[in-house]
Nanobody, 119 residues
């Protein structure tokens, strides 16, 4: 499985962005979005199971971000609303056998897309 993330950019606080993650190859894998700010660990943002019926969000993004997937297109999305400066990070999409908040559970990673939120 190869993953390609896109959709990052420079926005102002309060704006919205939608990240997309395209996957090559079919697999019934859980998918996740993680982010890593400079000097910090890579942390979970949101994850979704293979069917799309179950999701998990980090507390810091609950109510603002929505993860979804389109099985027909093999795509996963992260709709980010009410962005804050603390959301600034490189965002990575990932695929793995089980739905988990731990980056170690995912064995396929995209290249990352930069999201910068100015105040």
């Amino acid at each position: 499985v190869q993953l390609q993330a896109s959709g990052g950019g420079l926005v102002q606080a309060g704006d919205s962005l939608r990240l997309s993650c395209a996957a090559s190859g079919r697999s019934r894998s859980a998918r996740g979005w993680f982010r890593q700010a400079p000097g910090k660990e890579r942390n979970v943002v949101a994850v979704i199971n293979w069917s799309g019926g179950s999701t998990y969000y980090a507390d810091s993004v609950k109510g603002r971000f929505t993860i979804s997937r389109d099985g027909a297109k093999n795509m996963v999305y992260l709709q980010m609303n009410s962005l804050k400066p603390e959301d600034t990070a490189v965002y990575y999409c990932a695929a793995g056998p089980t739905m988990s908040a731990s980056p170690e559970s995912y064995n396929y990673w995209g290249q990352g897309t930069q999201v910068t939120v100015s105040s």
